[in-house]
């Protein structure tokens, strides 16, 4: 008989090698299968990379590829558990408990520092780099281990059913609006900051309504018609807008929308009369002051209109909303920048601000980087009431979590200016 080129032992400690580094496949996968960015994997599927539809077609039932990789793994670390104690009794002799004991320790501490934590950290750190690959062995072990992945299924299954608890196979991989903003804040480098201002924007844009950044009725700049032809012809002609509402003693009784383009007429006739600008108007656009930017946004563009006078559930007209103001909402302000040239805005030498009462609480928030409340109240002068729940008749002040809000001047039972600033800076300020 002739005596084998290897000895017993010698294979034994090669099949445990073997069992060793089959361990650390089967943890690896797990972690880099389950660590694969799944919009990042999309992209690569939809350009048709073969290793990235193979793992996105494993991780669309993550119950069953899980399945496979456990029976996998625990296949191979008992395999490796009996044959290390195999090898121990056969190295020590006669001291079979011990042998099982310090077969069991260095076993442990090898499958932990070789099978687990070593290979799982660098799948962890390269996802791709092990999931790619893994997923060709994956996949036919799948069909090897089909049915026990079926039978364990099941029992699974059956012990959800007794706890009462609905089993999805499928893992859903929409995000929240609020996950998509912390995404894109998230992102760094890859978006540059005004990209992600833009696109924090548009996410906003279910959460803020029209009310939020339309033009007060008090502000709102028209034609009155009960206003002399000079007077008309004059504010024609010296406006900052291309769009003018034209109404009859007040905003409530508007006529239409005139474009300056279409006051030609009216301007260089040799007599003007109002019915000329009432032809040239165009009809009214009306829309409700809860509507959200997004809604306003595709009505804006469905209607092929740039304005529109804002209204309350009464039907009476509360102020003018612009597509610009909206967009204004996107991509930030087109003309101005709140922070230091706003004529309601005025930094001070101390640090505080001055600000006009009816400057809007958003535009504030936005140009101090501020929290004041914006459920209610939409201006300064509005948050100042509904935090006193009265009309003010004098110059004081008011604390709004971290804000102080010092009144300046009162006019007409409301706030007129007021200054703004923070507990931090009254404290310095005060030592």
Same mark, same amino acid.
């Given at each position: 008989m002739h005596e084998l080129p290897i000895s017993i032992d010698a294979i034994l400690w090669i099949v445990l090698v073997i069992l060793i580094l089959f361990s650390a496949f089967f943890s690896s996968s797990e972690t880099a299968m389950m660590s694969l960015n799944r919009y990042r994997l999309k992209n690569m599927v939809n350009k048709g990379q073969k290793s990235a539809i193979k793992a996105n077609n494993l991780l669309e039932h993550p119950d069953k590829l899980i399945s496979v990789i456990l029976i996998g793994n625990n296949l191979v670390n008992i395999s490796a558990a009996s044959i290390a104690s195999v090898l121990a009794t056969r190295l020590l002799p006669g001291n079979e408990n011990l042998a099982l004991v310090l077969s069991t320790v260095l076993l442990t501490l090898v499958v932990l520092v070789f099978a687990e934590v070593t290979p799982k950290t660098i799948a962890q750190k390269?996802?791709?780099? +092990?999931?790619? &690959? #893994?997923?060709? $062995?994956?996949?036919? @072990?799948?069909? +090897?281990?089909? &049915? #026990?992945?079926? $039978?364990?299924?099941? @029992?699974?299954?059956?012990?959800?059913?007794?706890?009462? $608890?609905?089993?999805?196979?499928?893992?859903?991989?929409?995000?929240?609006?609020?996950?998509?903003?912390?995404?894109?804040?998230e992102s760094g480098e890859v978006i540059q900051t005004q990209s992600q201002d833009m696109l924090l924007g548009i996410l906003d844009l279910d959460n803020v309504t029209v009310s939020d950044i339309m033009i007060p009725r008090n502000e709102v700049v028209g034609l009155d018609l009960d206003d002399n032809i000079a007077t008309l012809a004059e504010q024609i002609k010296t406006s900052t807008y291309t769009r003018l509402p034209v109404f009859k003693g007040?905003?409530?009784?508007?006529?239409?929308?005139?474009?300056?383009?279409?006051a030609n007429d009216f301007l260089f006739s040799e007599k003007p009369s109002k019915v000329m600008l009432t032809k040239a108007t165009g009809d009214n656009y009306f829309v409700p002051e809860n509507a959200s930017l997004h809604t306003q946004l595709i009505n804006f563009q469905k209607e092929k209109r740039r304005m529109a006078l804002v209204v309350d559930e009464y039907g009476d007209v509360q102020g003018l909303v612009t597509l610009e103001d909206l967009l204004e909402e996107i991509v930030g302000d087109f003309t101005r920048d709140i922070h230091f040239n706003s004529k309601d805005l005025h930094e001070q030498n101390d640090g505080s601000y001055v600000a006009d009462g009816s400057t809007s609480i958003r535009d504030i928030n936005k140009a101090l980087n501020w929290n004041l409340p914006t459920e209610g109240a939409k201006t300064l002068n509005g948050l100042i009431v509904e935090q006193l729940e009265t009309i003010p008749d004098s110059n004081i002040s008011i604390i709004i979590d971290e804000y102080v809000i010092e009144i300046l001047q009162i006019n007409d039972k409301r706030v007129i200016t007021a200054q703004l600033s923070t507990k931090k800076q009254q404290k310095a300020l005060n030592t």
């Open positions: 390269f996802p791709e780099r +092990v999931a790619f &690959p #893994a997923a060709y $062995i994956l996949k036919p @072990l799948h069909l +090897v281990f089909a &049915p #026990a992945v079926w $039978i364990m299924n099941h @029992l699974v299954g059956f012990i959800l059913w007794i706890l009462r $608890i609905q089993k999805d196979s499928k893992r859903s991989d929409a995000l929240s609006t609020e996950e998509l903003k912390t995404v894109v804040t007040d905003l409530d009784k508007v006529i239409g929308m005139l474009h300056l383009r279409d």
